[in-house]
């Protein structure tokens, strides 16, 4: 664990901070190995319906990975493979995250700091955010798995276009207009805008956005990589669950269903 990266919980919204504001949130090798065990028990709280990443400060949601560990832990090619192990098991945690996952950003999401926005299922951004990976500035290799995912959200026109021009300054309406988030709104109103967001999102059926979390996540696959028994299993449990019952009872009786997520 690591004073770098927070553990909070609000009722159904759980909160990951990356808490490196000095450092633009930059994220340190500790910061993903502390990862996997904040996911782990954000995963088994059957309380938390909605997990959000934010950035601690006002200057950035995270700013890329912490370049001042450059020299010590990635100093080459065998340093950077031990490096992308542990960092992929932190991102590996969070996309194996069956809850919903949302980014809230601010300030600078850029190199490392886009990629696990884009690792989340919904992004929501301040009209001052700012995006960008510089991998081209820094000489270094950006990993394809990486790449593959900002381009099934934005397409390989602007996925050339932001990793050839190296920018870190496309405005919170260029990623807008590239489909790179899914609302803006004014700085001042983000916290607000987002708890409200997770809010509507945690009083519905946790089952069933399982599954439509799930669907996505493998329809976006090649067809023979789909594991489409685990679909099926999914929306079964969907209708033989209690939740069904009481959504169904609910709306006859024209109330907000209690859902339990079982």
Not at 34 to 42: F, N, S
Not at 153 to 163: D, H, M, N, Q, R
């Amino acid at each position: 664990m690591t004073d770098k990266l927070l553990l909070e919980k609000d009722g159904p919204i759980g909160w990951i901070v990356f808490n490196q504001p000095e450092k633009r949130n930059a994220v340190s090798q500790e910061m993903w190995e502390a990862m996997p065990g904040y996911v782990e028990d954000l995963a088994g709280d059957d309380a938390i319906r909605v997990v959000i990443l934010r950035g601690a400060g006002d200057a950035a949601f995270v700013s890329g990975a912490d370049i001042s560990q450059f020299k010590d832990r990635r100093r080459n090619m065998a340093d950077e493979e031990e490096y992308r192990k542990i960092s992929a098991r932190g991102g590996e945690a969070l996309g194996h995250l069956t809850k919903p996952l949302l980014a809230m950003i601010h300030g600078y999401c850029v190199g490392g700091g886009l990629s696990i926005a884009i690792g989340c299922d919904l992004r929501i951004c301040s009209d001052d955010a700012r995006f960008g990976v510089p991998a081209a500035r820094l000489g270094l290799g950006y990993h394809y798995s990486g790449m593959e995912k900002l381009m099934r959200l934005v397409g390989p026109a602007y996925t050339k276009e932001i990793f050839f021009t190296a920018r870190t300054d496309f405005s919170a309406q260029d990623a807008w207009r590239m489909g790179l988030v899914n609302q803006v709104v004014p700085k001042a109103d983000l916290e607000r805008f987002t708890r409200e967001y997770a809010q509507t999102i945690s009083r519905n059926a946790p089952l069933t956005i399982r599954s439509a979390k799930a669907s996505v996540d493998q329809l976006v696959k090649a067809p023979e990589q789909r594991d489409l028994a685990l679909l099926d299993k999914l929306i079964a449990d969907c209708f033989n669950s209690q939740d069904y019952q009481e959504g169904v009872k609910a709306f006859s009786e024209k109330r907000r269903p209690q859902f339990r997520g079982r």
